[in-house]
Antibody
Framework: EVQLLESGGGLVQPGGSLRLSCAAS????????MSWVRQAPGKGLEWVSL????????YYADSVKGRFTISRDNSKNTLFMQMNSLRAEDTAVYYC???????????????WGRGTLVTVSS | SYELTQPPSVSVSPGQTARITCSGD??????GYWYQQKPGQAPVLVIH???ERPSGIPERFSGSSSGTAVTLTISGVQAEDEADYYC???????????FGGGTKLTV
C-alpha cells in the first residue's frame, strides 16, 4: 500500500522561498499523477497544483501560478513543490495527494499525506 | 470564476439521515467527489464519480447527482460521522480542480 510523507515546512519571511518534499512508498509512483492541496488555519481545502506521472505536464491554481513550481523525481519516488515569493496568505498545511482519474476533469485524490505546515510571517 | 457552493453547517441527531448538497455550474459536465475530514487529520475520500463508494467506506455513505448539484447522503448517522465534508470537482475545461467551502456536520 502506498504511503505519503511530506517534509520541508517551516517558518519563512514574506518574499522568501521554501521547498516541500513528499516521499511515496511503493513501486508504482511514476504511474500516477500527484498533487498538492493546502488548508489555511481554520479554513477549507484549496487545490494548489498537479503533475502528471511522467512529470512533463503540470497545472496550477491561479493563486500560485508563476510563484510555485511542482516537480517530481520518479527514480526517488518523490514529489516536490518549490515555493517562491511567499506571502502571508500562503500560510497553510500543505498536503500531497495521489491522484486518480484518467483525464482532465476526472482527477480526484484517493490517498493523502499527513501534511506539513508552512508559516509565512515576519 | 467558477465555484462550488456548500452549506456551512448541517446538524442531525444520531440515526437520522444527513444530506449535504454541493452546487456548481459545471457539475452537469464534471463528476463530483466527497471527502471527510476530522480535526487534525487528512481528508479521506468517501464518494467518487458522483455515487461510487471506495472500499472500506461504510454503506451508509452514498452520493447522487442531479443537474447542477451533487449530494452526499449519510443514512443512520453515527457520532463518528461528525466531521467536515468537502465536495470537489473541476471547472468546465477540466484543468482546474475545485473544492467547495466545506460543511461541518454536527451529530
Amino acid at each position: 500500500e502506498v504511503q505519503l510523507l511530506e517534509s520541508g515546512g517551516g517558518l519563512v519571511q514574506p518574499g522568501g522561498s521554501l521547498r516541500l518534499s513528499c516521499a511515496a512508498s511503493g513501486s508504482t509512483f511514476s504511474s500516477y499523477a500527484m498533487s498538492w492541496v493546502r488548508q489555511a488555519p481554520g479554513k477549507g481545502l484549496e487545490w494548489v497544483s498537479l503533475i502528471l506521472g511522467s512529470g512533463g505536464t503540470t497545472y496550477y491554481a491561479d493563486s500560485v501560478k508563476g510563484r510555485f513550481t511542482i516537480s517530481r523525481d520518479n527514480s526517488k519516488n518523490t514529489l516536490f513543490m518549490q515555493m517562491n515569493s511567499l506571502r502571508a496568505e500562503d500560510t497553510a498545511v500543505y498536503y500531497c495527494a495521489k491522484v486518480l482519474g484518467l483525464r482532465t476533469g476526472d482527477w480526484y485524490f484517493d490517498l493523502w499525506g499527513r501534511g506539513t505546515l508552512v508559516t509565512v510571517s515576519s | 470564476s467558477y465555484e462550488l457552493t456548500q452549506p456551512p453547517s448541517v446538524s442531525v441527531s444520531p440515526g437520522q439521515t444527513a444530506r449535504i448538497t454541493c452546487s456548481g455550474d459545471a457539475l452537469p459536465k464534471q463528476y463530483g467527489y466527497w471527502y471527510q475530514q476530522k480535526p487534525g487529520q487528512a481528508p479521506v475520500l468517501v464518494i467518487h464519480k458522483d455515487s461510487e463508494r471506495p472500499s472500506g467506506i461504510p454503506e451508509r455513505f452514498s452520493g447522487s447527482s442531479s443537474g447542477t448539484a451533487v449530494t452526499l447522503t449519510i443514512s443512520g448517522v453515527q457520532a463518528e460521522d461528525e466531521a467536515d465534508y468537502y465536495c470537489q470537482s473541476a471547472d468546465s475545461s477540466g484543468t482546474y480542480v475545485l473544492f467547495g467551502g466545506g460543511t461541518k456536520l454536527t451529530v
